[in-house]
T-cell receptor
Framework: QQQVKQSPQSLIVQKGGISIINCAYE??????FPWYQQFPGKGPALLIAIRPDVSEKKEGRFTISFNKSAKQFSLHIMDSQPGDSATYFC??????????FGKGTRLSVIA | DGGITQSPKYLFRKEGQNVTLSCEQNLNHDAMYWYRQDPGQGLRLIYY???????QKGDIAEGYSVSREKKESFPLTVTSAQKNPTAFYLC????????????FGDGTRLSIL
């Protein structure tokens, strides 16, 4: 019930391509879905987040798509750049409970 | 600048020793959290606290202890009972008005000598 399942575990994308990372959840009480970006030796940083009253949110090259009926949400990185190479985590929570994290996706953008 | 400070950046522990990891925040956040990160395991919750002098166990609390004597500080002690302490430890904080993002420090890497 509390799990967030993230895929793929690793991803290699050509520079300029689209990176897509998917997450699925089971707890229908979840009402907040953030994505975090983490570089080696650093803490995760909030990238973009969505709440279930909208199906899509875009910030620059980053877009979250949210499918409430399927209990899935995904991160799309358009025009992927080598500087986007990092580990990405999806997460979810409800109310004042701690975030539940996926296991992460290691993205490598190659020139 | 507001943020979360974790110290030290690197920490080494001998077998049988307790070590304490520091976490301080100046964001005036009510809630603070400790996570453990291992390769391929994501972030696993150790303990969290939503108010001074109160804290709750997370998914992997065994072998760890915490205190919350001040709103700004949430130190984590890795005790000798934690048999596999080598990991990257992350501290986070958040406000607690509904679902809110957590802000992270830059972590402490603990290794066993």
């Amino acid at each position: 019930q509390q799990q967030v399942k993230q895929s793929p575990q690793s991803l290699i994308v050509q520079k300029g391509g689209i990176s897509i990372i998917n997450c699925a959840y089971e707890n229908t009480a979840f009402d907040y879905f953030p994505w975090y970006q983490q570089f080696p030796g650093k803490g995760p940083a909030l990238l973009i987040a969505i709440r279930p009253d909208v199906s899509e949110k875009k910030e620059g090259r980053f877009t979250i798509s949210f499918n409430k009926s399927a209990k899935q949400f995904s991160l799309h990185i358009m025009d992927s750049q080598p500087g986007d190479s990092a580990t990405y985590f999806c997460a979810a929570n409800s109310g004042n409970t701690p975030l539940v994290f996926g296991k992460g996706t290691r993205l490598s953008v190659i020139a | 600048d507001g943020g979360i400070t974790q110290s030290p950046k690197y920490l080494f522990r001998k077998e049988g020793q307790n070590v304490t990891l520091s976490c301080e925040q100046n964001l005036n956040h009510d809630a603070m959290y400790w996570y453990r990160q291992d390769p391929g395991q994501g972030l696993r919750l150790i303990y969290y606290s939503q108010i001074v002098n109160d804290f709750q166990k997370g998914d992997i609390a065994e072998g760890y202890s915490v205190s919350r004597e001040k709103k700004e500080s949430f130190p984590l002690t890795v005790t000798s009972a934690q048999k596999n302490p080598t990991a990257f430890y992350l501290c986070a904080s958040s406000i607690i008005r509904g679902s809110q993002p957590q802000h992270f420090g830059d972590g402490t890497r603990l290794s066993i000598l």
